[in-house]
């Protein structure tokens, strides 16, 4: 088995992967900008406060997809 992802862009790439999820659907799903959570999953920018909200809810199933 692959190890479990440790960091947050880790976690949103492979959590979104595993769902069947592209960027721009995850993205439609939290409202964001396609490219955002392209940066995010990058490390080039970390999420607002806010936007961490919505990424810890996909994270632990509380967003419906």
Aim: hydrophobic share 30%.
């Amino acid at each position: 088995p692959l190890p479990r992802p440790k960091s947050l862009p880790e976690k949103l790439k492979t959590y979104r992967l595993r769902m069947g999820l592209s960027k721009r659907k995850l993205a439609a799903k939290l409202g964001i900008d396609p490219g955002t959570l392209g940066c995010w999953e990058r490390e080039r920018r970390k999420p607002t406060k806010e936007s961490q909200k919505l990424i810890d809810g996909f994270l632990n199933g509380r967003l419906s997809i």
